[in-house]
T-cell receptor, first 114, second 113 residues
Framework: SAVISQKPSRDICQRGTSLTIQCQVDSQVTMMFWYRQQPGQSLTLIATANQGSEATYESGFVIDKFPISRPNLTFSTLTVSNMSPEDSSIYLC???????????FGPGTRLTVT | ELKVEQNPLFLSMQEGKNYTIYCNYSTTSDRLYWYRQDPGKSLESLFVLLSNGAVKQEGRLMASLDTKARLSTLHITAAVHDLSATYFCAVENSGGSNYKLTFGKGTLLTVNP
């Protein structure tokens, strides 16, 4: 199984600022995803991070708010821009490989916006 | 749009009892995942069910998948306190191998002594 690390593990940010979250995997993976888990809620897919090209966003999420980079097969970043208290959530990256049919989740980044 | 419904959302059990969590989904999919989440932690993969009739067991947990009924169950046998956690089912969106998951709302399981 893949070992995934995320930085930071948690942060408290002020309204209107931006935070970039990093996701690092210990092996090359085909697919990387970013999910959001709002307090007490389930997980919602934000976007698929595509290596070398623009991310694919789900309905309700836009690039201006959640820009994503994936420069190689082991690393991705998610930026939460112009934050508001409604962005307070846990942000998780997940990874899988072609034909693997297992999805592994990182430890998450707990974001609080004040 | 794929919708995933779990029930119950809250489950309080006594140790030693059996119970089942249900996961229904709205559109065709051949892959279903069960995860466990402890408070303040990330998701731990429990089972991946890849085909109709698939059954997997690990310890006191057994998961099954009926793709025709669009139903998966997670059965808990002789519950123990260590099983207390939130359990999520997630269904892979159909339409190619895109691996995108739609999650149920989760079942908060509390096992009481």
């Amino acid at each position: 199984s893949a070992v995934i690390s995320q930085k930071p593990s948690r942060d408290i940010c002020q309204r209107g600022t931006s935070l970039t979250i990093q996701c690092q995997v210990d092996s090359q993976v085909t697919m990387m995803f970013w999910y959001r888990q709002q307090p007490g809620q389930s997980l919602t897919l934000i976007a698929t991070a595509n290596q070398g090209s623009e991310a694919t966003y789900e309905s309700g999420f836009v690039i201006d708010k959640f820009p994503i980079s994936r420069p190689n097969l082991t690393f991705s970043t998610l930026t939460v821009s112009n934050m508001s208290p409604e962005d307070s959530s846990i942000y998780l990256c997940s990874v899988t490989g072609t034909g693997v049919y297992e999805q592994y989740f990182g430890p998450g980044t707990r974001l609080t916006v004040t | 749009e794929l919708k995933v419904e779990q029930n119950p959302l809250f489950l309080s059990m006594q140790e030693g009892k059996n119970y089942t969590i249900y996961c229904n989904y709205s559109t065709t999919s051949d892959r279903l995942y069960w995860y466990r989440q402890d408070p303040g932690k990330s998701l731990e993969s429990l089972f991946v069910l890849l085909s109709n009739g698939a059954v997997k067991q690990e310890g006191r947990l057994m998961a099954s998948l009926d793709t025709k009924a669009r139903l998966s169950t997670l059965h808990i046998t002789a519950a123990v306190h260590d099983l207390s956690a939130t359990y999520f089912c997630a269904v892979e969106n159909s339409g190619g191998s895109n691996y995108k998951l739609t999650f149920g709302k989760g079942t908060l399981l509390t096992v009481n002594p």
